[in-house]
């Protein structure tokens, strides 16, 4: 059994509920993870530069990361690139965290399982701490001459465990990187270092308040808004330089690599010959970008544009965008004709058309005010809508909506214009929406191919496979043109996944499962999301998958990670290499796989 093994401390005490992780295990026993009684904000202070021969002058808890075989102690941590200084907590300080942890454990204890952080950072969902620079061994296969570069995976990884409520979207952003080269692997694993991560770094201890769980009704919110109110009057931080934690997502467009999450700018990223990743900083795009951009922009591969978009809880509910080949942001797009606030995390584009849905999940705030619940939640009367928009318009004049009575994916795969009249859009709908937030596990995704035809507005759906899949990814020279396979997860539960199909979603074929490919990753062991990587990405004859599925996948079992290569074109997507980590990488999100030949550019 995988648990916590102390409860969540709730006596009305200035840092005594503070936590860290300890990883635990013996030599024959499955890994636990449990929470120990200690005070993050006591931690010793510390001192990093970015020389690499500098160390951490003191011992210090770790968090996680490392070598998750020993018992837990308190040992020296590794060497660290970043430059930080930890300050004593001020008075001030001192009493804005009292009343946080008054509010935490008096007005709104984390008493529901998706918010509660022994659920939620459970198992392989703890977090872990920095890892630098490490060789890595192959123990299995050997990784193919073809793949030179970085496959890099963001997640939530919460810098200092919870004082309160925790949603999985809430924690850090940390990237895991593994730099192939010449058949060589280098894992590190570094947080963005979005400016909350700087803030609260330097304070030694939250400070932001947690978006998806730090507002459940009136009081609670009122308390924690107040709070918030008197950190920034009192210059502990300045919203206006993000509250993102950038932990959703990378893209590579604008000839850079971006760390994204939809509720702040993106951060610029670089990974180092040596292995090292850097964040550069966050990035306006010349004063042009405002407030947030989604975490899942398409890039189209042929004319090498960037297609994006915010939302938000006031109109335009939606504002549409691109950056041309060049980088340079256009004009927004405002988009007044869609009617609710919906939860809108990921887009489509064609070689003519963006497309957009209006899902039942939305903003809630009377839910948040009187009831006891998230401001994000479904909303059984809504009629979800799909929207389509020219993918050059100038204003929403020719946008379309069209109903589409049980249509809630979060996600969106690929879509490509068939004939003058016809979209055809790959996606997992969610069945049983009200659970996305709330309770992932219950939620299953069904691939489906939907036709929208423009001309009558008619709209056909056809499911792709009975299983639980999500986290779709395809060959990336196909973003926006008709394409053939898919590579998706497979939820056991969301968002643990434990095994990859490839579907053939180029072929109508009613009643069929499209599955052509599985690998089943084993007993206690799950992955995330897959990426395809192209055997020969320059070659535009190659088949659409001659190439290979990369993905992390972590054993419970043994507390090892792994990062594994799987032969595309096989129906067993066999096993090309397999390479340990040094590393425990938790579950968490997107990925991507950048070429080294784009790396020595960033
Ligand atoms: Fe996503």
């Not at 930080?84 to 984390?110: A, G, L, M, R």
Request: charged share 20%; proline share 8%; aromatic share 10%.
């Amino acid at each position: 059994m995988d648990a916590f093994s102390s409860s969540f401390c709730t006596k009305f005490y200035p840092y005594t509920n503070k936590l860290a992780f300890s990883p635990t295990s013996t030599s024959s026993q499955t890994h636990l993870f449990y929470i120990s009684a200690v005070n993050v904000e006591e931690r010793p202070k510390r001192t990093t530069n970015s020389s690499s021969s500098s160390t951490i002058n003191t011992e210090t808890p770790v968090l996680g990361g490392g070598d998750h075989a020993k018992k837990p102690v308190l040992t020296k941590r590794k060497p660290s690139s970043r430059s930080f200084v930890t300050e004593t907590p001020s008075f001030q300080s001192t009493i804005f965290n009292t009343f946080d942890n008054f509010v935490n454990n008096f007005i709104d204890p984390p008493t529901r399982p998706s918010v509660d952080p022994q659920h939620v950072l459970a198992t392989n969902f703890a977090p872990v701490d920095e890892f630098p620079p490490t060789k890595c061994t192959v123990i299995e296969g050997e990784l193919p001459e073809s793949i030179n570069g970085a496959y890099i995976r963001n997640g939530p990884n919460p810098q200092y465990l919870p004082r309160g409520p925790y949603h999985l979207f809430d924690g850090d952003g940390m990237l895991h990187s593994l730099l192939i080269s010449n058949g060589q692997a280098t894992f590190c694993s570094r947080y963005v270092q979005t400016y909350k991560y700087k803030i609260e770094h330097k304070h030694g201890s939250p400070l932001f308040p947690n978006v998806f769980s730090g507002f459940n009704g009136l009081t609670a919110s009122a308390a924690r808004g107040a709070i918030t109110a008197a950190r920034v009057l009192s210059g502990q931080y300045n919203p206006i330089n993000g509250i993102g934690v950038a932990n959703t997502s990378l893209a590579f467009f604008s000839k850079k690599l971006f760390a994204l999450g939809e509720s702040d700018l993106p951060y610029e990223i670089k990974v180092t010959p040596d292995g090292e990743i850097l964040t550069v900083g966050r990035t306006d795009f010349d004063g042009k970008l405002f407030m947030s951009m989604t975490a899942h922009p398409k890039v189209d591969p042929k004319t090498e544009e960037a297609f994006a978009f915010r939302y938000g809880p006031v109109p335009p509910f939606l504002t549409f965008f691109r950056f041309d080949s060049s980088g340079v942001k256009q004009a927004d797009v405002p988009i007044f004709s869609m009617t609710r606030p919906a939860f809108l995390h990921d887009f489509a584009i064609t070689q003519k058309y963006a497309i957009f849905t209006e899902i039942q999940i939305g903003m809630n705030p009377m839910e948040m005010i009187f009831g006891s619940g998230s401001p994000v939640g479904a909303d059984p009367s809504a009629v979800s809508k799909i929207g389509v928009i020219p993918r050059y318009a100038k204003d929403e004049s020719e946008m379309k909506w069209i109903d589409v009575p049980g249509f809630n994916i979060i996600h969106a795969i690929n879509a490509w214009d068939e004939g003058e009249d016809e979209i055809v859009l790959i996606a997992p709908n969610i069945l049983s929406v009200e659970h996305t937030l709330e309770r992932m596990e219950l939620v299953h995704a069904l691939m489906e191919k939907v036709r929208i035809n423009l001309k009558t507005g008619m709209v056909s759906r056809q499911p792709l496979s009975a299983r639980n899949l999500d986290f779709g990814v395809i060959n990336q020279n196909f973003t926006g043109m008709k394409n053939r396979f898919v590579y998706a997860g497979i939820g056991d539960p969301m968002p643990k996944i434990s095994g990859v199909v490839k579907l053939n979603v180029g072929e109508d074929q009613e009643h069929k499962d499209c599955t052509v490919g599985c690998r089943i990753f084993g007993p206690g062991c799950y992955g995330g999301e897959p990426f395809y990587v192209a055997r020969e990405p320059n070659n535009p004859d190659a088949d659409e998958d001659d190439g290979y599925v990369v993905t992390y996948v972590h054993d419970e079992n043994k507390g090892e990670s792994k990062f594994l290569v799987m032969d595309a074109k096989s129906p067993t997507l066999d096993i090309v290499a397999s390479v340990k980590l040094p590393g425990r990488v938790p579950y968490g999100f997107h990925g991507i796989f950048v070429q080294e030949s784009e790396l020595k550019k960033l």
